[in-house]
């Protein structure tokens, strides 16, 4: 796969910081290789501290890499093509009170340089798409921290962008309203959409994650698919149908001759929180 085939590409990624009053040198990202694919949803983990909000900050180009390489789409990071395809999401939005949601979403369209009629029409199908058309007109001050973090999610969006990264989007939210962010990285998944997110949510990580990347320290600690993580190796479990009390205690051999249909072989899988302590506590 060449870069073109990546949303995100990182080698040898490292970011320093100097401490203001001791002068003292902070190592925040440890030479990170790192790889997103076109159209995936991939999870940043990792405890505070771990380097996930500086390797979301050099992608975005807020900040440049001490050494290492980071390109967005095949373009440099922070260069005006790179920043034209990403969409964000802080982890606590802010929006003044007392405008609407279609107030706040008709302004930060005409930063991105929609006017007329195509702004109208791409602020109702934003609207519409994360769930809130009954609450438009409302004061933002009314809204829930999920609903807030939704018309987040449609700021982002305005601009159609085809990278997305959500800091912590469902940090702070209810049962519910998490729900709905988690359904809506999917539908986006759906229309194409590269998303990057970090979360210490695990398990709503390993709902919707492709992929995942675990920091510990400013280092890569694993990476992979959910598949490759979290089965454990050595041993398998059987999905039977038509099994009887009696063939239990039978061996996997002995199912055919008995009549029972071996519907499917796999690994059982281990927690993906269980998993994530594990990897860090070395």
Known sequence: MNEQDFAVGASGLTKTFTLEWTRKKLLALDGLDMQVRRGEVFGLLGP?????????????????PTSGMIKVFGEPSGSLASRRQL???????????FLSAREVLNYYGKLVD???????ERVEELIELVGLPLAADRALKTYSKGMLQRIGLAQALLHDPDLLLLDEPTAGVDPIGSRQIRDLILALKK??????FSSHLLEQVQEVSDRVIILHRGKKM???TLDELLSV????????SGLTPELQE????????????LV?????????????????SK
């Open 233 to 240: 190796q050595g041993q398998s479990q059987f999905t039977v």
């Open 250 to 261: 039978k061996v996997a051999a002995l199912l055919k001759s008995e009549g029972a249909e």
């Open 114 to 120: 929609l006017c007329g009629k195509q702004l109208r």
């Open 264 to 280: 499917n072989v796999s690994h059982p899988k281990q927690k993906l929180e269980d998993y994530f302590i594990r990897s860090v």
């Open 48 to 64: 505070n501290g771990s380097g996930k909000s500086t390797t979301m900050k050099l992608i975005l180009g807020l900040i440049r």
């Open 222 to 224: 694993q990476e992979g």
């Open 87 to 97: 969409g964000f999401l802080p982890e606590n939005p802010y929006f003044p009170g």
């Open 191 to 196: 229309r194409g959409k590269t998303i990057i």
